[in-house]
């Protein structure tokens, strides 16, 4: 298997003296290439540290991140961000979507961002992929959390990135939508061979991974391949 990213001994702590906070110790993994990986644990054992420090956007305190091979946690500011938009997509916990823009220019935003033609035919279309055919005019505050969740969703594979990560992506969602998402998500692997970490409490989003990471306290506590909860 190909190692995509490789995690070595990654430290983040917020803080200092008593009041240190260690959201990672040490956490040793690598990441396979064109698969589907879930991260589970508890809340506050630090998942989205993980993600946040696996793609780029935290800096661990001390170890490396290194994606294809290219140390991302001694980065440069501009090199890095030019890297995450080339080749990482990622669906925040908070959707983080633009409030003053539509659903569909917030779908094209990363296209944008990386110098690329501007296509809002693909904008509907991965909207419509999320069951948001119809929304694509409405602005982030005239959707409820479940329909913001999933214009995330299309904005972070509109440029169908080399990894995904997705804190939570079908939190806000009810089962059958959730499912939608994860069959897109399970697609970006099979059809274009994407690598995706997905943060999930869900059991049936495991279930159809590759591979399941637990956290507890900042450290990885199980590895398992194949899935089971
Ligand atoms: P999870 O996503 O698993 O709920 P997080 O990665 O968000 O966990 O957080 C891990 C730990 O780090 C928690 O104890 C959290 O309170 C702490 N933490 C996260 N972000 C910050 C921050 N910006 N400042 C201080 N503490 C933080
Ligand atoms: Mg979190």
Known sequence: M????ELDRVTRTYGRGPHTVHALRDLDTRLYAHSLTAVMG?????????LQCAAGLDRPTSGSVRLAGQDISGMGERLLTRLRRARIGFVFQSFNLLPM?????NVLLPLRLDGKR???????????RV???GRADAKPGELSGGQQQRVAIARALITEPEVVFADEPTGSLDRETAAGVLGLLREAVSAYGATVVVVTHDPAVAERSDRVLRLAEGRLVADTVGAPV
Do not use: I, N, V, Y
């Open 2 to 5: 190909e190692t995509l990213l």
């Open 42 to 50: 508890p809340s506050g054992c630090g998942k989205s540290t993980f």
């Open 101 to 105: 823009l539509t659903a569909e220019e």
């Open 118 to 128: 501007k296509d809002p035919a693909r904008a509907r279309r991965m909207l419509a």
């Open 131 to 133: 069951g948001l055919d």
